[in-house]
């Protein structure tokens, strides 16, 4: 599959939520919407969406945060979802995973931030992910330098 990850736009919106949801239709739904809308107008952070045979197949957020002890700025991937089977086999669900967190490492970068981070839960559902994109423990987080 081909996959093209870009900033999320208004229409991404629900269908990002959905691959984001911890379990059945949610009643807080609505509301996430709301706060990834919220985040499409923020500069102090990047929703992205991959596409691949013309749907969302994944979402991926990035905040950024200063930091006295990393540099001037620090990212941390906040949310990260993938399209689930059957809908997307293995190879392709790490191809999308691959993509998005390379895509929100160029924006970090692109917005001055020397770091990377990786939080739980995202830090443990793909220790695989993180170590391929050359994240390492720091605790409780895992992270990148930009440098």
């Not at 991937?77 to 089977?85: N, P, T």
């Not at 924006?107 to 390492?136: D, H, I, M, Y």
Request: with cysteine; proline share 5%.
């Amino acid at each position: 599959m081909e996959v093209h990850v870009r900033s999320a736009r208004l229409t991404d919106l629900d269908a990002a939520v959905r691959i984001l949801a911890r379990g059945p239709a949610e009643a807080g739904q609505r509301d996430d919407v709301d706060y990834l809308r919220n985040l499409l107008f923020v500069p102090s952070a990047t929703v992205v969406v991959a596409e691949g045979d013309g749907r969302v197949v994944g979402v991926g957020v990035l905040a950024i945060r200063p930091s006295v002890r990393s540099g001037p700025f620090v990212g941390s991937v906040d949310e990260l979802g993938i399209m689930q089977a059957p809908m997307l086999t293995t190879a392709e669900r790490t191809q999308v995973a691959d993509e998005i967190v390379a895509h929100l490492i160029g924006s970090a970068r692109n917005k001055g931030c020397t770091r990377v981070e990786v939080t739980e839960p995202q830090a443990s559902a793909e220790p695989s992910l993180w170590k391929r994109q050359g994240f390492a423990s720091r605790g409780r987080t895992l992270g990148r330098s930009l440098g």
